[in-house]
């Protein structure tokens, strides 16, 4: 492999779980502000102990994003975040069973979720050992992995 794919492997194996994280922890801090609002949206999708549900996603987007961030236990964030998006991804943008007008926007969120589903199985498929396929000179910073 030349340098510069030496050079962008290491680099996107860095930058991508962290664009990752980055985007849970946003998404569960948002959610705090907005509790109520959407623990009835989750409640009106026939989920029980909605406020309980919403506590347990809050924490694990926010934890499992910060994980990736800092490169910390990446493998069972990624796992973690992916177990989740399964079933959000299937509950909460069924665009087979939506109303008409709401189709095409439930099934564009349906796909995104996919492509970050798809994104934290690559992350979890990565080779743990931080030091692989490091472009000569490039020292990854202790514990990440």
Not at 6 to 15: H, I
């Amino acid at each position: 492999m030349n340098t510069f794919n030496q050079s962008l492997s290491f680099a996107a194996r860095r930058l991508a779980p962290a664009m990752v994280g980055l985007l849970f922890l946003v998404a569960g801090y948002n959610k705090i502000g907005g509790f109520d609002h959407v623990a009835g949206w989750m409640a009106a999708s026939g989920l029980p102990a909605a406020s309980l549900l919403l506590v347990l996603t809050i924490a694990l987007e926010i934890g499992a994003g910060l994980m990736l961030i800092v490169g910390f236990r990446t493998r069972w964030a990624a796992l973690a975040l992916a177990a989740f998006l399964v079933p959000t991804t299937v509950i909460f943008h069924g665009f087979w069973s939506a109303e008409a007008t709401q189709v095409q926007e439930q099934l564009t969120a349906f796909l995104k979720n996919l492509a970050i589903l798809g994104a934290t199985l690559m992350i979890a498929a990565q080779p743990q050992a931080a030091t692989a396929n490091a472009p000569t000179g490039v020292r990854p910073a202790a514990g990440i992995a």
